[in-house]
């Protein structure tokens, strides 16, 4: 699956655009990284990506096919999203959960089969979260629900997942777990479409990079060319450093840091 | 790692027949718990609503051929006296099972759809607008108000849909430029609107005459039951109707909690899934008011009862709340039939809150702030 984004002008109103010039590009498991300061927009790029919100100009097309006229239906066979935070309603098993990913894919009235729950189950497994299956959702962690999370969008068997902040409000341990599972996802051929406010995670993910910038044209291209220090600057408004670390036989690793004021 | 079809496959069928055989027992259950309640309220009315319940059981041969016409000429005269009285609770019975199953139902969809614990169709108004549809109705025809029906029915649902329509269309003003339905604005309309009818209500019961004033409380408390042909059928298309689409859509209904983005990128509109679920949630609530009166805290109690022992996964929800509620309002029913205080009829809903008030408090004593 090829998904191409070209010259998107998203927002509101045509007169007022948030966001304008957007272009990129990925190809069957790749991942972008999505950065840029609070209230750029992300979320305002990914309502149009999913047909919430009209495009003010510009096209959104996957595998050169248009997918502005798409339904709610046909698009869930191919895009996937995960929400930053899941805010729990009931207390469902984490099963029942993974679950929800196939209704959209059902008819209004059918009941889940068992194709649909080997899917789920298999979900459940490649997160790694499947001996939790029976535990009730809002009981376990917050890093285990951000893989549940992943678990129920990858039930719809998506060939792109878009993912708003997967590691918000995670500690450090469960967030290089989600790190590691949009690694995984990547390598079995899915493209992931993720947003973050830290740019160590587009050099830990190797991904493609979108830095969104307040009244400046988006940014993209690989993290090592589109993350410098003065494109982060010119994004975030403050000094930010660059640096490569090399671990025990390890390849370099590029990270940032902030640069304070003595 | 690849799991296993096989071993998929035998869990799979395993849940199954579980959950199937769990469906079933809800549905026998309920079934034997209905045939109980005619048998006994058949009975009942054969022997002057005296509580001899062994006599009922020692009859209860007899009552069950009644019901499922095996008896059919009656053939004795106990047998045909059985048979009057079994007509006429039959219908009282079935009207208290669907009422009780409608609202517990209605109760659990509210819930979800709001992600509020305390969630009930009738936070929308559409109680308020019965109570007033009733008073008027009395203020213009007195004690003869009972005879008309149609316009009884015209009355109580017209109002009912002019206050939902106003607290939605409050909602959906204080959603702004989106027109998201706000449920903090829509709650906080309906409470408004609620009390400001239930004054022009009071003023209205105050001016009423005695007998007037008695005729509104028995029709507010269901303590008159209208078990005419048309009441009937427009009880029975009602409710079924309203019913029935939340039934066959109980699967989608999960996803009633979870918001825009999230509900688009699974490939469901949600709009459209949460109007028509509040919408047949208000019938119910509105049609259970008019034909069997006010039944207390069903539509509150029932879902998280049945959320204890079912979990939250409203296939199963919908199902064992329907059949739960139904059995405890027929059981009230039940009750009324043989338990007055101070020799005056008690309403359903005061048995109803008799049995579900302990269960409450359990429930909330238990729930270790589940409820948040």
Not at chain 1, 33 to 61: D, E, I, M, W, Y
Not at chain 1, 101 to 126: I, K, T
Not at chain 1, 174 to 199: D, E, K, Y
Not at chain 2, 252 to 278: C, F, H, T, W
Request: charged share 20%; net charge positive.
């Amino acid at each position: 699956m090829r998904f191409e984004v070209r010259d998107l002008a998203c927002g509101y109103t045509p007169s007022a655009p948030v966001l304008r010039h957007v272009n990129l590009l990925l190809e069957p498991g790749e991942i972008c990284c999505v950065l840029g300061p609070n209230g750029v927009g992300k979320t305002t790029l990914f309502r149009t990506l999913l047909n919430l919100l009209p495009s003010l100009a510009g096209t959104v097309a996957i595998d050169g096919e248009d997918t502005r006229r798409w339904k709610p239906r046909q698009l869930s066979r191919v895009v996937a999203y995960v929400a930053q935070a899941h805010i729990p309603t009931q207390p469902f098993r984490v099963r029942e959960v993974a679950m929800m990913g196939r209704l959209g894919l059902l008819s209004a009235a059918a009941q889940p089969g068992r194709r649909d729950h080997e899917l789920v189950e298999q979900a459940l497994e490649d997160v790694g979260i499947r001996h939790l299956r029976d535990k009730i959702y809002t009981e376990i962690s917050g890093g285990e629900r951000q893989l549940l999370m992943i678990a129920r969008a990858l039930a719809q068997q998506p060939k792109l997942l878009i993912m708003d902040e997967p590691t918000a409000n995670l500690d450090y341990g469960n967030m290089a777990r989600v790190m590691q599972c949009i690694r995984q996802l990547a390598a079995s051929g899915i493209s992931v479409l993720f947003t973050s406010h830290m740019p160590d995670q587009a050099f830990y993910c190797r991904a493609k990079t979108l830095l969104l910038c307040r009244g400046g044209a988006p940014r993209f291209g690989p993290a090592e060319e589109v993350l410098s220090e003065r494109s982060l600057q010119e994004a975030y408004g403050t000094a930010i450093q660059v640096f490569e670390v090399v671990g025990a036989g390890e390849r370099p690793l590029r990270l940032t840091a902030p640069r304070f004021e003595e | 790692m690849k799991l296993s079809s096989e071993r998929l496959r035998s869990e799979w069928l395993r849940e199954r027949r579980r959950e199937r055989s769990r469906f079933l027992a809800a549905g026998l259950l309920t079934g034997l718990v209905f045939l109980l309640c005619c048998c006994f309220r058949a009975n009942a009315w054969a022997y002057g609503e005296k509580f001899i319940p062994l006599v009922y059981l020692k009859n209860l041969g007899l009552a069950l051929r009644v019901l499922l016409g095996r008896a059919l000429p009656p053939v004795s005269g106990e047998a045909r006296v059985l048979y009057l009285g079994a007509l006429s609770r039959l219908r009282s019975t079935a009207m208290a099972l669907l009422s009780g199953a409608g609202l517990s139902l209605a109760g659990a969809v509210f819930q979800n759809a709001w992600r509020n614990p305390m969630a009930s169709p009738g936070m929308l108004g559409a109680t308020a607008g019965v109570r007033l549809g009733n008073v008027l109705l009395i203020t213009l025809f007195s004690a003869a108000a009972i005879e008309h029906v149609f316009l009884r029915y015209a009355f109580c649902y017209g109002f009912s849909a002019l206050c939902v329509g106003f607290v939605m269309l409050l909602g959906s003003l204080a959603g702004g430029r989106r027109r998201e339905i706000s449920v903090l604005e829509m709650v906080m309309a309906g409470s408004v609107l609620s009390s400001g009818l239930n004054v022009a209500t009071m003023y209205l019961m105050y001016r009423l005459e005695d007998d007037a004033l008695l005729l509104f409380e028995e029709l507010s408390f269901g303590m008159l039951e209208q078990t005419d042909a048309v009441s009937n059928a427009v009880f029975f298309i009602v409710m079924l109707g309203s019913m029935l689409p939340l039934l066959l859509l109980r699967t989608r209904l999960n996803l009633l909690g979870a918001d825009r983005l999230e509900s688009a990128a699974m490939g469901v509109s949600i709009r459209p899934l949460r109007l028509l679920a509040q919408f047949c949630g208000v019938v119910i609530a509105v049609c259970a008011m008019v034909h069997c009166g006010e039944l207390g805290m069903l539509a509150l109690v029932i879902p998280h009862a049945v959320r204890r022992f079912a979990g939250a996964e409203m296939r199963r929800v919908c199902v064992f709340a329907s059949a739960a509620g139904g059995c405890v309002m027929m059981l009230a029913r039940l009750l009324c039939s043989f338990f007055h205080i101070l020799s005056e009829p008690v309403p359903a809903a005061f048995f109803v809150n008799l049995i579900l008030t302990p269960l409450f408090i359990v429930i909330l004593a238990r729930g270790r702030g589940e409820l948040k």
